[in-house]
């Protein structure tokens, strides 16, 4: 469907899934992402695992403490929520433990086994390697993303950078979508989760390096290509499913955007001060 448009540019931000834990007993535990999402509705003692020490932890935290959970909160950091800064993590942390949740750093899981209707979970202390058990109703688990990329690498073959950037010019401040070969019919690039995880901040980050020169008016990368540029001055967009596509108002040239996760994503741009929020 996607190629049937004839892009110019093909941007992929499909997000990610969570990414599945490897101790023992992981098939035991629960997902953040079910617990957020209100597929999971647990009850009693949980352990909340924290691997990123980003916000979907925390509000988990908060999601299971306002539903009457007692939650402790597990990280195999040397600091909880050291990713959220000092002053969002000190008011987060507080509001937490007006809650009743409890912290614990330097802990890593070592394994997860059924013990009747509860959950014997063993932790290691990374520094010292001592281990502890305790015994819980339930486990929850935030591993971070692992990229949902499969539609990136169905695509790479038929682009004509075959999905690549180049590091050095985006590192400068320059173009960074090039063409390496003279087969393919759009630049291919892809941002936010769908290369790895990472928090909103980055994925803006991604975002404005890559695109800023093909949404730059009277220029950017489809001029560069083919002789054409992409005329900002007005701009549309049209959901077509999981699929968003963005034409400049001139229609001489278009972008197909690629996009199946819930994540934000704000991109502002134009010299002209015009904007797409989604």
């Not at 990280?75 to 800064?85: C, M, N």
């Not at 290369?195 to 390096?209: E, K």
């Not at 690629?258 to 002209?272: H, L, P």
Request: aromatic share 4%; hydrophobic share 40%.
């Amino acid at each position: 469907e996607i190629t049937d448009q004839a892009p110019d540019v093909v941007i992929i931000a499909t997000g990610g899934w969570p990414d599945a834990p490897d101790f023992e007993g992981a098939a035991l535990t629960t997902s953040s992402w079910d617990v957020l999402s209100g597929t999971a509705r647990l009850s009693g003692e949980v352990m909340l695992f924290d691997e990123t020490g980003d916000h979907p932890a925390l509000v988990c935290a908060d999601v299971l403490a306002r539903l009457g959970c007692t939650v402790r909160h597990i990280s195999p950091d040397r600091a909880t929520a050291h990713d959220l800064g000092p002053t969002n993590s000190a008011v987060v942390l507080r509001d937490l433990a007006s809650q009743g949740v409890t912290f614990t750093c330097f802990q890593d899981i070592e394994k997860v086994a059924q013990l009747g209707n509860r959950k014997e979970v063993t932790l290691r202390h990374v520094l010292t390697g001592e281990t502890s058990v305790h015994v819980v109703d339930h486990v929850v688990i935030e591993h971070g993303i692992t990229p949902m990329d499969a539609l990136y690498h169905d695509l790479k073959a038929h682009s004509c950078n075959l999905g690549q950037i180049d590091q050095d010019a985006m590192v400068a401040g320059q173009n960074p979508l090039k063409p390496t070969q003279a087969e393919g019919g759009f630049l291919l690039a892809r941002l936010g989760d769908a290369i790895s995880g990472r928090n909103i901040h980055a994925a803006l980050y991604d975002a404005l390096r890559i695109c800023k020169d093909f949404l730059k008016s009277r220029g950017g990368v489809a001029r560069g290509r083919i002789g054409r540029h992409i005329d900002v001055g007005g701009i549309a967009v049209n959901h077509l499913g999981d699929q968003a596509a963005c034409f400049g108002a001139s229609r001489k040239a278009n972008m197909l955007v690629a996009k199946a996760s819930v994540d934000a994503c704000i991109s502002e741009f134009s010299d002209q001060g015009q904007a797409i929020r989604r």
